[in-house]
């Protein structure tokens, strides 16, 4: 078969994916955009002099967990270069995955679902998916290089820097999304794909983050890395982005390769054979919902385990970084006296926000059991909708619990280990989980989302995951008015513990948690399934 037959279709394939993305995309290319608008726009009002600039390089750059956690020192020299050391890592991460979610969506998960075998028995080629699916990554990361590089021109900062702020951040995304396009081709299912790249993506930021704080030679091994050694606006180095496209290059190949290798629908890693014979808790819906999502739970739990582990083992060096820097403390609510409790409670809150995230996907599951027709069977039965329904919740709820529980043990014994007091850890577990009826309500929102309005309940209830995280993270960048920030249930939850433990405000959240799961459930036995 020739090239142009196995690629046969692959422009309006391209036009169709364009359509459905039609209401996401753009939301991935808004967050970008703002995120490096507010950072330009504070970074140049908080450092506009050369002495500022100076006094902030001097203040950062003997702290290794600043540097770990954002990026080379070198970028240091210039206003530009600030921007770019404070968000570049978090920029790619979202570029990350927006074009893994891309590519997963129209190749892998289409496959499952079966709308692949359709498209696939109509002239298109066996390559033309992929190809259509990789044009549109493409365009996606060139829509957000453009982007990039009018915003940072728009607010002042140097043309030439801002043209490679933006080709840097494009080229890093197109690794991802051809990484995403090898792993599609690897494994049967979604979710194996979508968690075999987020290793990638955390590998990736660990080394750069051990490079820029140590060895540099680790930051070459990283794709964030590439990207952030072109410093831009401190030096201007196009070469490093041969790198990245070299990488996309190699990968594209091995995914065309692969595609061959492999039988339609299968993944070249073939799927474990199970037991002759059912477990007897398969043989309810409560049962059968935890079988189903125990490997996702499983993966959550020990990211966001790593993670705290990650936050507590430097706890002890923070009250010291800010004595030695008495300038920082003003950035940290605080103060200086109560800088390591505010330094928990932000770390806390912002891997809460991840648990609300594994506590959306897990309820999202409830619909991708409709809309795949694997729910049809199980209600077939004596299993009413409540039950399926309340099997499914079980999970979210229960599990968004273990995930915070797996934080503050992680956190709590790293944290402990460098203390040497054993009692943070109680005392790390009872901090994350007051942050359980914010992630709860979270949950909750993304059930009513589920119950009354099904086909845009992804959108939705992602909607109000960044809503939340935005005010957490950037509701002063924002000047966000008082009631929009008492929209979010974390601006509910005490900030423990920079905050004395307040139990009306969670017993509130609670109820109104409770609330938003009944309305759900009513609106989703009133509806046709599917």
């Known amino acids: 078969m020739t090239t142009s037959a196995k690629t046969a279709g692959t422009p309006r394939l391209l036009r169709f994916m364009l359509r459905r993305e039609r209401a996401t995309l753009p939301w991935w290319l808004l967050g970008a955009t703002l995120l490096v608008l507010v950072q330009s726009t504070q970074s140049q009002s908080l450092y506009g002099t050369a002495e500022e600039l100076a006094n902030l390089r001097n203040t950062i750059g003997g702290n290794t967990a600043v540097i770990a956690m954002s990026g080379p020192t070198e970028l240091l020299v210039s206003i530009g270069g600030e921007v770019v050391f404070e968000i570049f890592s978090f ?78 951040i494009a080229v890093a995304g197109f690794v991802f999304a051809a990484l995403t396009t090898v792993a599609a081709q690897i494994f049967e299912n979604t979710r194996a794909a979508y968690g075999s790249v987020g290793v990638a993506l955390g590998v990736a930021f660990v080394l750069r983050a051990a490079g820029d704080s140590g060895n540099a030679v680790l930051s070459w091994l990283s794709p964030i890395g590439w990207g952030q050694r072109t410093f831009p606006y401190s030096g201007d180095r196009w070469w490093p982005l041969l790198l990245p496209l070299g990488a996309s290059a190699v990968l594209i190949v091995v995914a065309t390769v692969l595609v061959e290798r492999r039988d339609f629908g299968a993944g070249l890693i073939p799927s474990r054979l199970g037991p002759p014979d059912a477990s007897r808790a398969l043989g309810n819906a409560y049962g059968l919902a935890w079988r189903l999502q125990r490997g996702a739970l499983i993966g959550w739990a020990a990211g966001l385990a790593l993670l705290g582990a990650a936050y507590g083992s430097i706890g002890n060096t923070i009250e010291q970084y800010v004595r030695d820097n008495p300038e920082f403390a003003e950035f940290l609510p605080g103060g200086a006296q109560s800088v390591l409790d505010s330094y928990l409670a932000l770390t806390v809150s912002v891997s809460a926000l991840i648990a609300a995230a594994y506590g959306v996907t897990s309820v999202l599951r409830v619909r991708a059991e409709e809309s795949s027709g694997r729910a049809e069977p199980v209600l077939a039965t004596a299993t009413s909708r409540l039950t399926w329904l309340a099997a499914q919740l079980s999970v979210a709820l229960v599990g968004t619990a273990l ?106 959240v609670t109820v109104a948690a409770g609330v938003f799961l009944t309305a759900g459930y009513a609106g989703f036995r009133r509806r046709d399934i599917g």
Request: charged share 10%.
């Open 403 to 508: 995930v915070l529980l797996a934080l503050g043990v992680g956190e709590g014994i790293a944290y402990a280990l460098t203390v040497s007091d054993a009692g943070q850890v109680p005392r790390l577990i009872g901090i994350a989980m007051a942050y359980l009826p914010a992630v709860w309500l979270i949950t909750a929102a993304a059930v009513l989302a589920v119950g009354w309005l099904p086909r845009p309940a992804a959108a939705v209830a992602w909607v109000v995951v960044g809503y939340c995280a935005v005010v957490a993270l950037f509701a002063d960048s924002f000047n966000l008015p008082e009631w929009a920030r008492q929209a979010s249930p974390f601006v509910h939850t005490p900030q423990i513990p920079a905050e004395s433990l307040t139990a009306a405000p969670l017993l509130a």
């Open 91 to 168: 920029l790619a991460i979202v570029v990350a995955l927006m074009n893994m979610f891309l590519i997963g969506r129209h190749t892998r998960a289409d496959e499952e679902s079966g709308r692949a075998e359709l498209i696939r028995s109509t002239q298109v080629g066996r390559h033309a998916p992929t190809a259509a699916a990789l044009t549109l990554a493409a365009l996606a990361d060139i829509a957000v290089g453009l982007l990039v590089f009018a915003v940072a021109a728009g607010t002042g900062l140097p043309v030439g820097g801002s043209v490679l702020f933006g080709a840097a």
